[in-house]
């Protein structure tokens, strides 16, 4: 038991107000035997016959632990929802265990549960990536850089946070508020006028999209999901014509699948 959170509400230390807590229980309470207290933490032994008799109960009912299936209101469980401008790495891994098991503990108590997770291709923090590679990218590329096309990505995501906390010491250095100089660093108002366009459709900037989309599924990471349903509905050899440029066309070495479900994939070509 964490004592910290009720010292406000008395006048003891955590030690103190834990050994009081410890002596009531025992004296008080049948199953708590014995306590200690390890600066504020009152750890209770809980005497032996408590678990045995759960145990028993445990073990002897029919499905211990669940409620009749459906019974309670739905609920959506939404997760991991990984940021499509970085790798995913072990700590995605963590936050699906968690998900699937808040997600099963939910189906136990009787929800009907819903598991989703939203694969965000398209917003801020994609035009952030966009920025720093138009500005910095040199037409860098997979092939070019040797990386997988995530973890170049992912480096421009980077570089653009570092452009904007640089900025935005600067701004507060000249006299401005953090928050501020947070909503007028160049490189914020760059990209967010790059979605405004983004989202009118302007042709440059979908354009650009596009190719930062492709990046990502080079020959080093040839098969990966695009939720740019326009890519689909374009011609390959049309969109190397107009929108892509002379350099990216070798990226679009591929052959676009829609599948059944309606979800876009992007194949590299078969390989001898």
Request: glycine share 8%; net charge positive; with cysteine.
């Amino acid at each position: 038991m964490v004592v910290f959170p009720i010292t406000k509400f008395v006048k003891l230390g955590p030690e103190q107000l834990g050994q009081v807590i410890g002596e009531y229980l025992v004296e008080h309470c049948d199953i708590v035997v014995q306590f200690n207290v390890v600066k504020g933490f009152l750890n209770l032994v809980i005497e032996d016959g408590y678990w045995k008799n759960a145990f028993i109960r445990m073990t002897s009912a029919v499905q211990w632990g669940w409620e009749v299936s459906n019974t309670k209101p739905r609920i959506m469980v939404e997760y991991s929802s990984p940021n499509t401008n970085k790798p995913l790495h072990l700590g995605h891994l963590r936050n699906n265990f968690l998900g699937y098991s808040v997600a099963e503990i939910l189906k136990a108590a009787g929800h009907k549960v819903t598991k989703v997770q939203i694969i965000n291709d398209r917003g801020i923090h994609i035009c952030k990536s966009m920025y720093a590679w138009q500005h910095a990218g040199k037409n860098e590329t997979p092939e070019s850089t040797g990386l997988k096309g995530d973890k170049l990505v992912g480096q421009y995501y980077v570089a653009f946070d570092q452009q904007y906390k640089a900025e935005i010491a600067e701004l507060i250095q000249n006299g401005m508020s953090k928050e501020e100089a947070e909503s007028k660093a160049p490189s914020m108002l760059a990209a967010q006028e790059m979605l405004r366009k983004w989202e009118n459709g302007d042709e440059e900037v979908t354009a650009l999209f596009l190719v930062h989309a492709v990046l990502p599924f080079s020959e080093h990471q040839p098969r990966g999901w695009l939720g740019f349903r326009a890519l689909v509905a374009t011609p390959p050899g049309a969109l190397r014509a107009r929108v892509i440029p002379q350099g990216f066309a070798r990226l679009l070495r591929c052959r676009l699948d829609v599948c059944k479900q309606g979800s876009d994939r992007m194949h590299s070509p078969a390989r001898p």
